[in-house]
């Protein structure tokens, strides 16, 4: 039996080393060397070449099918893409306290009502997971649960499990490795290994992983890649809400978003987002303006608030949540060119309300609009809504899903929308269940929020 051994590989350029180097002496790269193993192949007698499978045309493969399993709780299935695939490998991350062991227990809980379901706890011990069970309600004689760290201890009680939870991956390790639980050695191993097991004897696999100071999965990136799906929690462990957004998923959209509200039973989706992505107080103050965006299939609408005050120091400072910061100075230099407002002395902050973090260009308007109204005063109303994209030349340009997103301004309650003049035939059928507002150019819009703030005042 051919003896495994451990050896140190240079990521960069992929030299071996028998111990772990600082700089590399081939690359010159610093810090880049990681532990994997190395079993040498022993040649068996008789058997010259490995047998592969032949290529073939791709009319004669025949498509596989699979049902998805529903997990209980309606947002993850969104994420997911409609539910769980069967076989399939989801990492699940986020900043500790946010809910991730909360969710999956959640999960086991259902899913063990018909399938066999293995919970391996690798940071608590099964009486404090018996705790947050009963917190949860969840009460199960099938759900089976284990305190154990070894992946090998771990497989021998695989025997018919269908589910497989694993918290946290950094927690496991390979005996066969001499580096420590959590290393990049044992993270990835450890993963390639549940990825073999998954694919051979049909389980899904739910792996728990923590996160890096800058947010990122801890661990190699090669642990991502493995993945069938990975999934982030988002928001404050202070705040009550939290967003789980999927930024791989081989088997449906990866701009899905799932909303979840942690009470004292566990998490819970949230179907109503008013009272999370728009203030109640929206149109009493200036600078907050109201827009349709896309997350995957769902739209919804999100409030963009803007402060501008005058700076104390010889260089304005902007500063951006939710909205990507090279749109914010892209935005400022349109309305400094074609709408004559100056921001070269203005210190300027723009928000996304509910933590969501918004990329589609269809919000540049509304991105726009706020920093207008934040600089002039003008309160857009409350009952007016805005989308449509802005190029560098001051014009409004449009967007796909025109007709969706008027749809739901007019489902949120909204009275007006400002759209791209070149949407306005695609919303002909809605005219009369809301007031369309079609602008070309962006100081056409600066305008209408400023005609709206005159006949408020007389």
Not at 411 to 435: C, D, Q, W
Request: net charge neutral.
């Amino acid at each position: 039996m051919a003896k495994t051994a451990t050896a140190y590989v240079c990521s960069e350029c992929g030299t071996v080393s028998p111990k772990w180097l600082g700089k590399c002496p081939n690359c010159g790269a610093w810090n880049t060397f990681v532990e994997e193993l190395q079993t040498p192949k022993e040649p068996e007698k008789g058997k010259t070449a490995a047998r592969f499978e032949r290529p073939r045309p791709l009319s004669s493969v025949k498509e596989e099918k699979f049902a998805r399993i529903p997990s209980g709780i309606a947002e993850l299935d969104r994420v997911l893409g409609g539910g769980i695939v069967p076989a399939s490998m989801v990492l699940l991350g986020g900043d500790p306290g946010i809910g991730k062991s909360t969710l999956l227990t959640e999960v086991a809980g259902t899913l063990s009502k018909a399938y066999k379901v293995l919970y391996v706890s690798a940071e608590e011990s099964v009486s404090q997971l018996k705790l947050r069970c009963n917190r949860l309600g969840v009460q199960s004689d099938t759900l089976l649960v284990m305190n154990e760290t070894a992946l090998e201890n771990i497989e021998e009680c695989l025997d018919g499990v269908q589910v497989l939870i694993v918290d946290s991956i950094q927690a496991v390790y390979l005996e066969a490795m001499s580096s420590s639980a959590g290393s990049v050695g044992q993270v990835r191993e450890c993963a390639s290994r549940l990825m073999r097991l998954a694919k051979a004897r049909n389980i899904t696999v739910f792996l728990v992983g923590h996160v890096t100071k800058e947010g990122a999965i801890a661990g190699p990136k090669v642990l991502e890649h493995i993945m069938d799906t990975v999934l982030y929690f988002e928001g404050d462990a202070e705040n009550n809400y939290r967003i789980l957004r999927a930024v791989k998923n081989r088997f449906g959209s990866v701009n899905e978003v799932g909303v979840f509200e942690m009470r004292e039973t566990g998490l819970a989706g949230v179907k109503d987002y008013a009272g999370i992505f728009m203030s109640e107080s929206r149109g009493e103050n200036a600078g907050s303006v109201v827009a349709p965006f896309f997350s995957g299939n769902r739209c919804m609408c999100v409030e963009i608030q803007a402060l501008v005050s005058k700076t104390v120091f010889g260089m304005p400072r902007r500063m951006s949540l939710g909205v990507d910061y090279n749109k914010l100075v892209l935005m400022l230099a349109v309305l400094e060119k074609k709408a004559n407002l100056p921001f070269y002395s203005q210190d300027v902050y723009l928000n996304a309300m509910g933590g969501i973090r918004i990329g589609e260009p269809a919000v540049d308007l509304a991105v726009l609009l706020a920093l207008a109204s934040a600089y002039t005063g003008s309160v857009v109303d409350a009952g007016t809504a805005c989308f449509g994209e802005v190029g560098l030349t001051g014009e409004v340009r449009g967007v796909s899903h025109a007709e969706k997103r008027v749809r739901e301004c007019i489902n949120a309650g909204f009275k007006r929308v400002l759209l791209p003049k070149s949407n306005l035939h695609s919303v002909e059928g809605l005219k009369g269940k809301i007031e369309l507002v079609p602008v070309a150019y962006v100081w056409q819009a600066v305008r209408e929020i400023g005609k709206k703030q005159t006949k408020s005042a007389e």
